[in-house]
């Protein structure tokens, strides 16, 4: 059994080939349900957003797996293979696995640590379980990964810090105020910068924008947007007086802000009041910043957080590559566990059945025993069979962790006769669509273990 | 007295452990050493709280083990609990009370357990009991404030530095500390001018006017000077800000003074 991911993200695709690879939500359910249907495919998940498209999967062989899944996005997109096929990416079982794990950990985003990821990852999980195209492998994979993104984005924090200006200053902002509900936002002139930053701070709570520009007009059209209040630029010191929060984009060459004009705001003020200047040349005279109360924040120094945002952010990331690293491995030892199980079923099977036969020996030849004394026997015939089975059973599921596997599964089946066992696994109706495989190759034999495609 | 030692050594042991937990949050957060450390100082406030009532049970016949530093420790416990509890991001806070929590309880259980007879006799007193509690409910309350102060001059320095860093993501906002800081002194100003005019009453009572040759009501009063003269520069001249800020982090000093002198033995109050 294999594990295969053939995607492109936005490291090896622009945009304008990314968007016609796109899986709309409704038509994702016919999609997982034809990519399963494809040869070779046993299990499917596809994950479609905005930066990536990958179709993750289970296959019996490698080649085959890789050669159905490129052939399922030629026909489901009707694009010729050989515009997508070098932007496409293709990782194998190990690599595979740890690639979903930086996906969902935010590692493998444009930016960094991002959260959004992990939702888009589980959607298309729970999307993909709905159709019934997950089995065991990628229900088990799939579980661990989302575990995984939650750990890392509630033990590290390498999702909380902003990485653009305009989050910075929202977030700069929270170290002066509580909320921003009883907030006043001014804002003054009609840079593109500044009022995204006055919409941040708008949808983080504050209710109240008061906008100031040389045109009226342009200050009416922008207060709309944030059911604010415009006001003409000679209002500007009767505005600083109601306002908490001052972000100013003009193109003024000279200051318009000095400490001579916030000084006398501040004599009534009992909170501190939060300047960001976010204009080249700069709006507000930096002597304001040296008042009790005032904190004065430039385009540079938003730029300095933000900066300081995207390090943390890499120092958390190594710590969450550690992790990956053994979530990995702690996934490989189950897929190779898998295997075994239903060797150790059939064993135990076995054993049990030639227990069961003794008994039934027994009481025929000794009809005179007692119900307590049937109950004795069977305990302790019972014991001496799980005692022997136990060093075997051991030794099995740490064979299957080594490369030597396969050779130590077929003198597993070899030494306690286990073909007949097998055998009959194989034959039992596949009621479940249970895929079945020769027990020659007993790591693919399905057992207790179903892998249902 | 092996139980009770045994107790003491482990409610050591536990809030240090609390301690240890918050300090590991504060430089690596980690959602579970905070977990820890929050059941711990519950953990700390369960047995801190049934020791307390259990004294209190025996009261009228047996000697008191719970002096006023093991109470004073209590209620910073119980504060940091309630604040940590209904506030975000007070970690930074919580630790630091808990040290001072920590200290004060380490002393008492190490040093100061034998200087309860006075104070037992004190408490035998239904006004020397009002007037004990309030005191040092007051002086839990304004030392919060001045760790709120301290903290306030903290993010304001950093801030002003433009030093946006893991401390200062830590720090809870100027708002806040400045809120809390200026309610917890109006809480604490009350209560310890109640407590002072009950224990000048009582103390009247019992030695009549040599009271006054105590340093311990000197300093006590210079806490209620220091303090209500912060109160007073914010409601009255409408102080705030950084200045506001040091004058009541200096404050705490006078509850330190207040400490040195019932350890120098030169009061009546040895207890605190």
Same mark, same amino acid.
Request: charged share 20%; proline share 2%.
């Given at each position: 059994m294999y594990i295969l991911v053939v995607g492109l993200n936005h490291k090896t695709a622009k945009v304008d080939l990314r968007e016609?690879?796109?899986?709309?939500?409704?038509?994702?359910?016919?999609?997982?349900?034809?990519?399963?249907? !494809?040869?070779?495919i046993m299990e499917c998940v596809i994950v479609s957003t905005c930066n990536r498209m990958e179709l993750?999967?289970?296959?019996?062989?490698?080649?085959?797996?890789?050669?159905?899944?490129?052939?399922?996005?030629?026909?489901? /997109?009707?694009? *010729?293979?050989?515009?997508? +096929? *070098?932007?496409?990416?293709?990782? +194998?079982?190990?690599?595979?696995? #740890?690639h979903l794990f930086h996906v969902v950990s935010g590692l493998d985003s444009l930016v960094?640590?991002?959260?959004?990821?992990?939702?888009? &990852?589980?959607?298309?999980? @729970?999307?993909?379980?709905?159709?019934?195209?997950?089995?065991?492998? /990628? #229900? !088990?994979?799939?579980?661990?990964?989302?575990? @995984?993104?939650?750990?890392?984005?509630?033990?590290?924090?390498?999702?909380?810090?902003?990485?653009?200006?305009?989050?910075?200053? &929202?977030?700069l902002g929270k170290k002066m105020f509580e909320s921003f509900e009883d907030k006043t936002i001014l804002l003054i002139g009609a840079g593109e910068m500044g009022e995204l930053t006055a919409k941040h701070f708008h949808a983080a709570g504050a209710t109240r924008v008061i906008v100031l520009n040389r045109t009226l007009e342009k200050a009416q059209e922008i207060a709309s947007r944030f059911k604010g209040e415009a006001r003409s630029f000679d209002q500007l010191a009767d505005s600083l007086q109601e306002a908490d929060i001052v972000v100013s984009s003009t193109g003024a060459k000279e200051p318009i802000l000095t400490k001579e004009n916030v000084e006398p705001v501040l004599r009534n003020r009992r909170s501190p009041l939060f300047f960001i200047d976010i204009a080249v040349p700069r709006d507000i005279d930096p002597a304001v910043h040296d008042l009790d109360q005032v904190f004065l924040y430039d385009i540079d120094d938003l730029h300095g957080i933000v900066d300081a945002n995207l390090s943390l952010r890499e120092q958390e990331a190594k710590k969450v590559a550690v992790?990956?690293?053994?979530?990995?491995?702690?996934?490989? +030892?189950?897929l190779q566990m898998l295997g075994v199980v239903p060797l150790i079923t059939a064993l135990? +099977?076995?054993?049990?059945?030639?227990?069961?036969?003794?008994?039934?020996?027994?009481?025929?030849?000794? *009809?005179?025993?007692?119900?307590?004394?049937?109950?004795? @026997?069977?305990?302790?015939?019972?014991?001496?069979?799980?005692?022997? @089975?136990?060093?075997?059973? &051991?030794?099995?599921?740490?064979?299957?962790?080594?490369?030597?596997?396969d050779e130590a599964f077929d003198l597993f089946v070899q030494i306690f006769a286990l073909e007949e066992q097998l055998e009959e696994k194989q034959e039992k109706p596949a009621a479940s669509s249970t895929l079945v495989k020769s027990f020659s190759n007993p790591t693919l034999v399905d057992g207790k273990v179903s892998i249902s495609s | 007295m092996f139980a009770e030692r045994w107790l003491y050594d482990f409610l050591i042991y536990l809030y240090a452990l609390s301690l240890l937990f918050s300090f590991s949050d504060l430089l690596y957060p980690n959602p579970r050493s905070r977990y820890l450390s929050n059941a711990l100082l519950v953990g700390v406030w369960l047995i801190q709280s049934t020791s307390f009532i259990f004294e209190m049970f025996s009261i009228w016949s047996v000697s008191i083990q719970v002096d006023a530093l093991f109470i004073y420790s209590w209620a910073l416990v119980t504060f940091t609990l309630v604040i940590n509890g209904l506030y975000r991001r007070m970690d930074l806070f919580a630790f630091c009370s808990n040290?001072?929590?920590?200290?004060?309880?380490?002393?008492?259980?190490?040093?100061?357990?034998?200087? $309860?007879?006075?104070?037992?006799?004190?408490?035998?007193?239904?006004?020397?009991?009002?007037?004990?509690?309030?005191?040092?409910?007051?002086?839990?309350?304004?030392?919060?404030? $001045?760790?709120? $102060?301290?903290?306030?001059?903290?993010?304001?320095?950093?801030?002003?530095?433009?030093?946006?860093?893991?401390? %200062?993501?830590?720090?809870?906002?100027?708002?806040?500390?400045?809120?809390f800081s200026r309610?917890?002194? %109006?809480?604490?100003?009350?209560?310890?001018?109640?407590?002072?005019?009950?224990?000048?009453?009582?103390?009247?009572? %019992?030695?009549?006017?040599?009271?006054?040759?105590?340093?311990?009501?000197?300093?006590?009063?210079?806490?209620?000077?220091?303090?209500?003269f912060v109160l007073y520069q914010w409601v009255a001249n409408r102080w705030n800000g950084r200045r506001l800020a040091w004058w009541n982090t200096l404050a705490?000093?006078?509850? %330190?003074?207040?400490?040195?002198? $019932?350890?120098?033995?030169?009061?009546?109050?040895?207890?605190?």
């Open positions: 016609r690879f796109a899986f709309s939500a409704h038509e994702l359910p016919m999609a997982l349900r034809t990519l399963r249907d !494809m040869k070779s993750y999967v289970v296959c019996d062989q490698l080649h085959t797996g890789e050669y159905y899944s490129k052939a399922f996005l030629e026909s489901w /997109f009707r694009i *010729p293979k050989e515009e997508f +096929e *070098p932007y496409l990416y293709v990782k +194998e079982n190990q690599q595979a696995v #740890n960094i640590g991002e959260t959004q990821i992990l939702g888009q &990852v589980r959607t298309a999980f @729970l999307t993909a379980q709905g159709e019934g195209t997950t089995g065991t492998i /990628f #229900n !088990m994979l799939f579980k661990q990964a989302i575990t @995984l993104g939650k750990r890392v984005h509630t033990e590290t924090e390498i999702g909380q810090n902003a990485v653009s200006v305009s989050y910075a200053a &929202v977030e992790w990956i690293e053994e979530e990995t491995k702690e996934f490989q +030892e189950w135990r +099977e076995k054993a049990l059945a030639v227990q069961e036969e003794t008994m039934a020996r027994i009481e025929r030849k000794l *009809p005179d025993l007692t119900e307590r004394e049937k109950r004795v @026997l069977r305990k302790q015939t019972k014991s001496i069979v799980n005692q022997l @089975l136990r060093d075997p059973i &051991v030794r099995i599921k740490e064979l299957a962790a080594t490369s030597k596997r | 040290l001072i929590g920590f200290t004060v309880l380490a002393f008492h259980l190490f040093f100061a357990r034998d200087l $309860s007879m006075e104070y037992t006799k004190l408490l035998l007193s239904e006004l020397g009991f009002v007037h004990i509690s309030f005191s040092i409910l007051s002086y839990a309350a304004f030392s919060l404030s $001045s760790i709120c $102060s301290a903290l306030y001059l903290m993010n304001n320095y950093l801030l002003k530095k433009k030093k946006w860093n893991k401390f %200062l993501m830590r720090l809870p906002s100027l708002d806040r500390l400045q809120i309610y917890l002194v %109006l809480i604490g100003t009350p209560l310890l001018c109640v407590a002072m005019i009950l224990g000048f009453i009582w103390i009247y009572q %019992l030695i009549g006017r040599l009271f006054w040759y105590d340093l311990k009501i000197w300093a006590s009063f210079l806490v209620l000077v220091v303090y209500g705490f000093l006078s509850i %330190l003074l207040n400490v040195v002198i $019932s350890g120098t033995h030169v009061s009546f109050h040895h207890w605190f």
